[in-house]
């Protein structure tokens, strides 16, 4: 029986090995169940989140820019569609410069436009789009969209693009809205997501800038399921997100058009204010830029040219521009003295031509003198003797504690960015600044409005709107948000003597409207609309002696950067002041005084739009109605 | 010398076999397939087509090759044995010689609507050819070193053709399901160790000269997918996340995100078992794994209840095959290996793999049902 022996042994070899098998068997599988419950027991919830990252896309839906309004609902900036196209380089089949390729048989793309798409992605992450072209004709847009199923990795999308009916009449007032700079990611503190969104546009400047968080709106979101490809699903859910805020403006675009117009050839900035409320109701700078343009981004021959103009089109000049006040600030010295009683109302000095202090003559504008005046006909015949007087007396102490108070020396505060403050002297500045004290004789220049007084177009307005009101007003430029009004408290009263605040409107209603007074000429010859003033010429060069005895030129015979600035501040009706107004025109100070006569026109036509009895402004909210 | 008496047991008719058929087992696999259907139901959305219908028509088909197979006397696959080795190798050498010649890499051959996986027809081919050789040799002799060369040859020979294809999973499928057979006939542990140590060595040197870079690439990936995560490393990472996510009771049938938004790759085919994770959960998974093991073990006991031992190594081949192609896809799938490529069997997706695991089964019914029968040692079968 060997071979059953042999046998046996074979077999029982066989069973020992197959359970030995069997038990490997086991292992494995116990091996592959310890893994299972790890994957799924363990680590189950991390994995199920990452499955809800794989499936779930968060979409965001930028919102719709509230539009900029002007007081009486005139759209200033409106949003309107903007037909776009993008490519994801994850989503091309073949790269993306065949994708850019095929792209440009559907609509015209310049050879430009392709190096840059192709750029782009070359540094970005695969899922992102890229912004290939964008306002679109609809024509363009549609043909796209029908050559869609063979174009691998392009998105057609409708944006929103920002127009500005009225480019540059108000360039500086609303600003313009541009693509997001690294810079404005950094200091997205609100950690806003639409910032991140290709082609999403912030405000730069102006009212876009300043109330950009309103105007802006919030994101919505919208959660889709995608597949591995991208491709959505389904919506899981959507949240629309909110429209931004419609910004109503004091502003009336008439009277900004107006303005603009007549100024539009000189490099001059202007303001009208409402004396009571302290709301804006123009504010020209001139000339200005197209906003759309920076919109859709300004090529290098604009920019040249905007930055390279003598007529500086980039610098807000109502705001920013820096000029000393001339004549207009002799309203300042007088309210100042009549206040602090170092002169009364019939207090009289005599003009000869000329003022000496010590060694040195101090000249009035008139050869040969005005003779003897009271405070009155100082500023309607605006005589300089009689204030280098009138500062001599006062001081600089008192001047400039005056000009201060009537908004001059410091931003007046207005909503917007990049204002400056104008620039009011004082001993203790003199001091640090020079290393050497105040000097008498720079008394008498800061008296007529000249030497280091400087200020802006906007803060000459709020001081012919104190002036004129009495009251201590701040210009404002945005009236409300959406239907919101944007509550202010009423002013205060100006910290001057009613009397003396009374004595200088008079003397600046005798200058623009009796025989003699340097805007006589310019008059509103209606009663009802009469207005008062203040004429300014600051100069921008050194008039020798000798010229003064040859004789001073003609503005109008030196080169346009040589020619004075002419100024006016006004306010009108002369009885019961309701607008102010001041104007400034760079080089412009002509015997045609045309910022004289453009602020007499702009002053009729602001009251005369009040008599249409459209002042029936803003947005109308359920409060209002049941008023 | 004692005589050994062999007796002829009565030819038995087609309706007694039918009876000795294991049908449990038949229950048993015809489960998991169904498993395997409402998964690629579901991998399609919800749609029989154009996996689950497909799929079943082949099981369909499938099983009747089973039950065929089974009830054909195992002397005669005996038989059959070494020309179905040699007609599987010369498929296989042919295939590889049209790639040479200019088809590139590949691992079929074209007959009219079907294609033919020499590959697939060897893993049976060689444990058959196998089991009949190594059935004629004692414990003692398969050890020595005349008689070893055969078998070593006969595997060597599909591996060496089946890794110039190249299909790495396929390879190792058929080197491990060898050695376990040579194990199993009893080569001494004088042979295993050495051999066991020289495999440690010869792995490194192997991935120095012997891969192909797709191949190192595989194995790189899998070694750290988190390095390329929506490149060659997607597959495992999302394997993961499609098993993982399925926590304890799964997200329900049809209701799997991976695999419906196409985030699994190839979920019809290798990677179908994360569905079974992601849509029934670790209890889904375990009960699959249950219903495996529970086959696995049907096979070692047929095998032990086997008289022959051609049909004791039969029944163990197709059964270690069965089990090694549950391994390496478990582990795969698991993150735990490479991905070789390699189906889950019954539930994957594709019509030679699931003839070739039917043809197996009917194998292993074959010796089931002719579990009485003693072959001879010297016997070649029946022819």
């Known amino acids: 029986m060997a071979f059953e022996g042999k046998h046996k042994t074979r077999y029982a070899t066989f069973s020992r090995r197959t359970l030995l098998l069997g038990g490997g068997m086991a292992a494995v599988f116990s091996v592959l169940a310890g893994r299972l419950y790890q994957l799924q027991i363990v680590d189950g919830d991390r994995y199920l989140t990452e499955a809800e990252e794989n499936r779930i896309n968060f979409k965001l839906l930028a919102p719709q820019r509230g539009r900029i309004l002007d007081r009486f609902g005139v759209a200033l900036a409106n949003s309107r569609r903007n037909y776009r196209v993008l490519i994801v380089p994850e989503q091309t089949r073949g790269g993306v410069a065949a994708a850019v390729d095929a792209l440009a048989e559907a609509i015209p793309l310049t050879d430009r436009v392709k190096l840059r798409v192709i750029g782009e992605a070359r540094g970005a992450k695969g899922f992102m789009p890229i912004l290939v072209a964008e306002n679109l004709s609809w024509d363009d847009f549609a043909r796209l969209n029908l050559d869609l199923p063979y174009l691998s990795g392009v998105q057609p999308d409708v944006g929103e693009t920002r127009d500005y009916p009225y480019a540059e009449e108000f360039s500086h007032v609303l600003g313009y809205v541009a693509a997001v700079s690294p810079d404005d990611k950094q200091k997205n503190s609100s950690g806003d997501p639409l910032l991140d969104l290709p082609g999403f546009r912030i405000g730069k400047r102006g009212v876009e800038k300043a109330f950009d968080g309103e105007i802006r709106g919030h994101a919505g979101a919208s959660r889709v399921e995608v597949n591995a490809y991208g491709r959505v699903i389904r919506e899981l859910d959507h949240e629309p997100g909110r429209q931004g805020e419609d910004v109503y403006l004091t502003i009336d675009r008439e009277l900004q058009g107006f303005l603009y117009d007549r100024l539009k050839d000189e490099s001059a900035g202007a303001a009208v204010m409402d004396v009571d409320t302290g709301d804006l109701l123009a504010l020209v700078s001139t000339p200005g830029f197209d906003p759309n343009a920076f919109n859709v981004g300004v090529t290098p021959d604009q920019w040249k040219e905007l930055t390279e103009s003598d007529h500086k089109p980039l610098i807000n000049k109502p705001l920013a521009g820096f000029y000393p006040p001339g004549s207009t600030f002799k309203t300042v010295t007088a309210l100042a003295a009549l206040d602090a009683g170092v002169i009364e109302p019939d207090t009289i000095f005599h003009c000869a031509g000329q003022f000496e202090l010590g060694s040195h003559a101090f000249h009035c504008w008139k050869k040969g003198g005005h003779g003897a005046l009271n405070v009155r006909q100082g500023i309607k015949y605006s005589c300089d003797c009689f204030f280098y007087q009138v500062a001599l007396k006062l001081g600089i102490d008192g001047l400039q504690e005056a000009a201060r108070k009537l908004g001059l020396g410091a931003p007046t505060g207005i909503e917007i960015p990049g204002e400056r403050g104008g620039f009011i002297p004082d001993r203790v500045w003199k001091q640090k600044t020079f290393k050497e004290p105040w000097q008498l004789g720079e008394t008498l220049v800061a008296g007529i409005g000249q030497g280091y007084v400087l200020a802006t177009p906007l803060q000459l307005c709020v001081l012919a709107a104190r002036l004129a009101g009495g009251k201590q007003v701040t210009p404002r430029l945005v009236h409300s948000l959406g239907a919101q009004r944007l509550a202010r408290p009423d002013p205060e009263p100006l910290p001057f003597s009613t009397d003396a605040l009374d004595e200088v409107r008079q003397a600046m209603i005798a200058v623009a409207n009796e025989p003699g007074g340097t805007a006589y000429a310019w008059r509103i010859a209606d009663p009802a609309f009469a207005m008062g003033g203040k004429t300014g010429t600051a100069q921008v060069r050194v008039i020798s002696a000798e010229e003064r005895v040859t004789g001073v030129r003609n503005n109008a015979s030196l080169p346009w950067k040589l020619r004075d600035h002419g100024l006016f501040i006004a306010f009108a009706p002369a009885d019961k002041p309701r607008y102010a107004c001041a104007v400034v025109i760079e080089h412009g100070g002509l015997d045609s005084h045309p910022q004289v006569s453009l602020a007499r026109d702009a002053l009729l036509l602001a009251q005369q739009r009040d008599i249409l009895g459209r002042r029936t402004a803003y947005p109308v909210n359920s409060a209002d109605a049941s008023l | ?383």
């Not at chain 2, 079929?108 to 033919?116: D, M, N, R, V, Y």
């Not at chain 2, 049976?124 to 002799?141: D, K, S, T, V």
């Not at chain 2, 979920?267 to 994770?277: N, S």
Request: glycine share 10%; proline share 5%.
């Open chain 2, 1 to 383: 010398m004692s005589v050994h008496v062999y007796r002829e047991p009565p030819s038995a008719s087609i309706r007694q076999k039918l009876v000795q058929i294991d049908w449990p087992l038949i229950g048993l696999i015809a489960l998991i397939a169904c498993t395997g259907f409402a998964m690629l139901y579901s991998a399609a959305g919800g749609s029989f087509s154009p996996w689950a219908g497909r799929q079943m028509l082949r099981f369909v088909i499938g099983f009747f090759i089973l039950v065929a197979v089974g009830c054909v006397d195992l002397r005669v696959w005996m038989g059959l044995a070494y020309p179905a080795y040699a007609f599987s190798l010369l498929l296989l050498v042919a295939v590889e010689v049209a790639g040479r010649v200019g088809l590139g890499a590949q691992r079929w051959i074209e007959l009219g609507p079907l294609q033919l996986q020499p590959s697939e027809l060897m893993k049976i081919a060689m444990i058959l050819a196998l089991a009949r050789y190594l059935h004629g040799l004692e414990p003692g002799q398969v050890s020595r070193p005349v008689r070893l060369v055969i078998p070593l040859a006969m595997i060597a020979f599909p591996v060496v053709f089946v890794l110039l294809q190249p299909n790495l999973g396929t390879a190792a499928l058929l080197a491990l399901c060898g050695a376990l057979m040579l194990f199993l006939a009893g080569l001494s542990w004088w042979w295993i160790a050495p051999t066991a140590a020289g495999v440690a060595v010869a792995v490194p040197m192997v991935w120095e000269f012997a891969l192909h870079d797709y191949q190192k690439a595989r194995v790189m990936t899998f070694l750290n997918p988190d390095l390329d995560a929506l490149g060659a490393g997607w597959n495992i990472t999302q394997a993961k996340i499609a098993l993982g996510s399925g926590g304890i009771a799964g997200k329900g049938f049809l209701m799997g995100t991976q695999s419906r938004l196409n985030f699994l790759p190839e979920k019809e085919t290798d990677f179908i078992f994360t569905m079974v994770g992601e849509e029934f959960g670790f209890l889904g998974t375990m009960a699959l794994l249950a219903l495996l093991a529970v086959v696995i073990y049907h096979g070692i006991r047929i095998a032990m209840r086997s008289r022959s031992q051609f049909g004791r190594l039969l029944a163990m081949g197709i059964t270690v095959n069965f089990f090694l192609y549950i391994m390496i896809n478990g582990l795969m799938v698991m993150g735990l290996i490479p991905v070789v490529g390699i189906p889950m069997p019954l539930l994957s997706y594709g019509g030679t793999a699931m003839m070739t695991v039917m043809f197996g089964f009917g194998l292993l019914m074959s010796v089931h049902v002719h579990r009485r029968i003693d072959v001879p040692r010297h016997s070649s079968g029946i022819i």
